[in-house]
């Protein structure tokens, strides 16, 4: 079994909206940078590539031949980035977790490893498979999926996929992984999927189902 985590607003959740809004915040300045814009325009750049592209390096990619490397070495740097809390009892809850656990971002590598130890849980897990891993491809592009298969070498239903995201679960599915949403509405959205929780420590005691269909 292998357990797969999405990092933004899934390891840590929307009440700590506050840790996403700070990298937004530098997308948002890279942006009033790169193409001189005020700072509203540039926020609405940056939701229009988010919702068009799925995330706003993909935008600049494939609009402006924005290098990923010059996009995020400038997000992840400066004073203002917040993490997430110190969490003992998401530690707890995956070490209670059987089989092998991974991240699975389309944030880089960086990022997702400075939360991961604020949080006090990076040693609950076997590796991180994050956006450059994927040739800078993202969730939820099928064949970021299909390479993760075959590194792993597992079978569809030995995957579990836990993402905030409904598209990034979607693909999931239609592979014959199993998928958790993750997200403060959970309950009330129409997602197909196996198992929907308002935050990840709500795994705790429903995750018995999951591993057999």
Known sequence: MHWLFDFDLTLYGHDEF????????????????RFRLSE????VLR?????????TLNGLRALHGVRPEEYFDFIHSGENLLVPRCSAEKHALLQT???AKWVFTNARRDWAERGLRAMGIAECFDGLFDVEYFGWNSKPDPQVYAKLERQ?????????????RPANLAT????????????PDAKTQRVECDLKIAHVLELQGQWMPLRSH
């Open 18 to 33: 506050e840790v996403l809004d700070s990298l937004d915040r530098n997308i948002t300045r890279f942006l009033m940078t």
């Open 40 to 43: 509203p325009a540039a926020d």
């Open 47 to 55: 939701h229009e590539l988010w919702e068009k592209y799925r995330t």
């Open 97 to 99: 977790l059987p089989g």
């Open 152 to 164: 792993l070498d597992a079978h569809p239903d030995e995957l579990i996929l836990l993402d905030d």
């Open 172 to 183: 999931a599915r239609s592979r014959g992984w199993r998928t958790v949403l993750v997200h």
